[in-house]
C-alpha cells in the first residue's frame, strides 16, 4: 500500500513537473566517456579536463549477470517475467526438445533466451511456430547451474527477460534494492555526470514509466549535485534528467541522413524544454576494418555539434588516447570548438552553413587568441597507379593545399613530386607500407604511422596552390617493390575558403 502511495506521488509530480522548474541543472556540454575502471580514472580525469569535458559514467543498475547468486543454483522469484507459457506435453531431465502453446511472447527479441520452469533454467538456441505450438530446439538443461528435473505438463513455465549485455533483469522490488545500491556507491566517485542508457529497460516490469521515475528519484537523491543524463524522455524522468543524448555514433560516413535526423529531434527537445545532445563520436585506432580516426572527421563532427549548438559524448578509450598519435591536438581541438559553442561565437548565419552535411571546417587560433573558420575543402581519396597518375583536381577554393599519403601493403614510395600548373611540390623521402606523410597548410610535413604517430620530420620544396575551379595535377615517385608486389597508395587533397573571424560573446 505505501509503495502504491508513493508511486501514485510520484506521477502527479511528474505531471506538475512540466510546469514547473526541474529539480536538477540542465546542462549542454559534452563529456568524456568514462570505462569505470579505478586504474584509469586520474588519467581520464586529466584528459577530460584538458579538453574541456565532464567525465561521465555509463550506468546498468538493473543489469543480473548469470553467475549471481540470484540466478543459480536456485533462480530467485525476482528474476523478472515476460510473461507465462504452457508446456504441451511434460518433460523428463532428458530432454533437450520441448513444446509450449502459441504465445505472442516470441515477438519480443531476446539475447540468451531463457525460460525458467519451477527451479530449473533452460536456454535455447531457437525456436520455430508449427501450427498451435513453438518448439524449441538445442536446449541446454539446468543452465547457469541450476538443477535439471522432469515438469508435469501443468508445470509453470516463464519466459525471462534478458538483455544485449547477455544478463537478466530484476523485478521491481529488487531494481529498486540494486538501484539503491548503486547510487550508494556512485555517491562515493567524483563523476559529475552519470549516464543512464537503456532506460527503457527500466519499465519493462508492470509499474512502466513510473518505474523509471522512481529509478531516476533515487540515483538523484543520492547523488544530488550530479548531472543524469538518458537516452530517452519520459514524462516521469523529465523531472530528474539534466539533458538527453540518443546514444547515436557518428561519422562522416552518415552525412545523408545526420541533419535531417537532428533537425527533427532538435525541434522536439525544444518544444519539451529539455537540453539535446547530438549524439557521440567515436576515436578509432587503424585495424584492418578501418583507418585511424583524422583531425578531418573530428572537426566535420564538431562543426555540426557547433551548428546544432547541442553537446556530445565522446568515445576516446584509453588504449586510443595513449597510442593514437593526434591526441592532445584533438583534445585541443574539441576545447577550442566547445570554448567557442558556449560562448555564442557562431552566429546564425554560421550556424545555418555548418549544417550543411556535406561541409567541412577548420578553426585556426592566431597569436593574439583571435579565432578564425576555414571553409577546408577535402577531396575524395584517389588511388594511384604508380606508373603514369594524373588528375584533375577540382578546387572551391584558390589556396595552398595540404596533403595527406597513404602508403598500405607492400613495398615504398621515395621522392615525390606534385606538379600544378603553379609549380611543383617535392618530397625527397621515402614512405614505406604502414606509414603516412602528412603535409599541413603552414608547409610542414612528416612521416607518421597509421595511427599518426610522427615517425620522421620531412622537409617539403616548391609550390603548394591550387587555383580555383579545375587544375591538372600529375604524381611521380619511385616505387620500391616487395615480393614482387607495389605499395597500395591513396592520396587526399585539402584547401581553404576565405575565413570568417569568430567573436566570442555571453548571453
Known amino acids: 500500500m505505501k509503495k502504491t502511495f508513493t508511486i501514485v506521488c510520484l506521477l502527479l509530480c511528474t505531471v506538475v513537473s512540466f510546469a514547473q522548474e526541474p529539480l536538477v541543472t540542465r546542462s549542454t556540454k559534452s563529456y568524456l566517456i568514462a570505462n569505470g575502471n579505478p586504474k584509469d580514472a586520474a588519467f581520464l580525469k586529466d584528459k577530460a579536463h584538458q579538453a574541456g569535458l565532464d567525465l561521465g559514467l555509463m550506468v546498468l543498475a538493473n543489469r543480473i549477470p548469470t553467475s549471481s547468486k540470484l540466478v543459480g543454483p536456485k533462480p530467485s522469484k525476482h528474476l523478472l517475467k515476460q510473461g507465462l507459457l504452457h508446456l504441451q506435453l511434460p518433460m523428463d531431465d532428458k530432454q533437450n526438445e520441448f513444446a509450449v502453446y502459441h504465445s505472442d511472447l516470441f515477438d519480443i527479441p531476446t539475447t540468451i533466451n531463457v525460460l525458467q520452469i519451477d527451479d530449473e533454467l533452460i536456454t535455447y538456441r531457437s525456436v520455430e511456430k508449427v501450427g498451435d505450438i513453438h518448439l524449441f530446439y538445442q536446449c541446454v538443461r539446468g543452465a547457469f547451474g541450476t538443477k535439471r528435473v522432469a515438469h508435469g505438463k501443468k508445470a509453470v513455465v516463464y519466459k525471462l527477460w534478458d538483455t544485449p549485455e547477455r544478463t537478466l533483469l530484476p523485478d521491481l522490488e529488487t531494481q529498486d534494492q540494486m538501484a539503491q545500491a548503486e547510487a550508494k556507491k556512485l555517491a562515493k566517485t567524483d563523476y559529475p555526470l552519470l549516464i543512464f542508457n537503456d532506460l527503457k529497460s527500466y519499465a519493462y516490469n508492470d509499474q512502466g514509466d513510473l518505474a523509471i521515475g522512481h529509478f531516476l528519484d533515487t540515483m538523484h537523491k543520492y547523488n544530488p549535485d550530479k548531472l543524469l543524463q538518458a537516452d530517452l524522455l519520459t514524462p516521469a524522468a523529465w523531472?530528474?534528467?539534466?539533458?538527453?543524448?540518443?546514444?547515436?555514433?557518428?561519422?562522416?560516413?552518415?552525412?545523408?541522413?545526420?541533419?535531417?535526423?537532428?533537425?527533427?529531434?532538435?525541434?522536439?527537445?525544444?518544444k519539451t524544454q529539455m537540453p539535446w545532445m547530438i549524439g557521440n563520436f567515436k576515436i578509432h585506432l587503424a585495424d584492418k576494418n578501418r583507418k585511424a580516426t583524422s583531425m578531418e572527421?573530428?572537426?566535420?563532427?564538431?562543426?555540426?555539434?557547433?551548428?546544432?549548438?547541442?553537446?556530445?559524448?565522446?568515445?576516446?578509450?584509453?588504449?586510443?588516447?595513449?597510442?593514437?598519435?593526434?591526441?592532445?591536438?584533438?583534445?585541443n581541438t574539441i576545447r577550442t570548438w566547445e570554448h567557442l559553442r558556449v560562448s555564442h561565437a557562431f552566429s546564425e548565419k554560421m550556424k545555418e552553413k555548418l549544417k550543411d552535411p556535406y561541409s567541412d571546417w577548420h578553426i585556426k587560433k592566431e597569436e593574439d587568441s583571435t579565432f578564425f573558420l576555414y571553409p577546408q575543402h577535402n577531396s575524395r581519396r584517389y588511388f594511384c597507379n604508380l606508373t603514369d597518375d594524373r588528375w584533375e583536381w577540382n578546387s572551391p577554393y584558390t589556396s595552398r593545399f595540404a596533403l595527406s599519403i597513404c602508403v598500405e601493403g607492400k613495398g615504398s614510395i621515395d621522392n615525390l613530386a606534385f606538379q600544378t600548373p603553379n609549380g611543383t611540390l617535392y618530397f625527397t623521402c621515402s614512405i614505406k607500407a604502414g606509414q603516412y606523410l602528412i603535409y599541413d597548410f603552414e608547409g610542414n610535413a612528416c612521416i607518421t604511422d597509421l595511427n599518426y604517430n610522427k615517425v620522421a620530420d620531412v622537409i617539403a620544396q616548391g609550390e603548394s596552390v591550387l587555383n580555383e575551379g579545375i587544375s591538372p595535377v600529375s604524381f611521380t615517385c619511385e616505387v620500391k617493390m616487395e615480393e614482387r608486389k607495389k605499395p597500395d597508395v591513396t592520396i587526399r587533397y585539402y584547401t581553404h575558403g576565405e575565413a570568417e573571424k569568430l567573436k566570442k560573446k555571453t548571453k
Open 239 to 270: 523531472p530528474y534528467l539534466s539533458r538527453v543524448n540518443d546514444n547515436q555514433l557518428w561519422n562522416e560516413n552518415m552525412r545523408n541522413t545526420m541533419v535531417e535526423t537532428l533537425t527533427e529531434k532538435q525541434e522536439f527537445y525544444r
Open 297 to 331: 572527421e573530428l572537426e566535420w563532427f564538431l562543426s555540426k555539434a557547433a551548428a546544432f549548438d547541442a553537446g556530445f559524448g565522446l568515445d576516446f578509450s584509453t588504449e586510443a588516447m595513449r597510442k593514437h598519435g593526434l591526441t592532445h591536438i584533438m583534445l
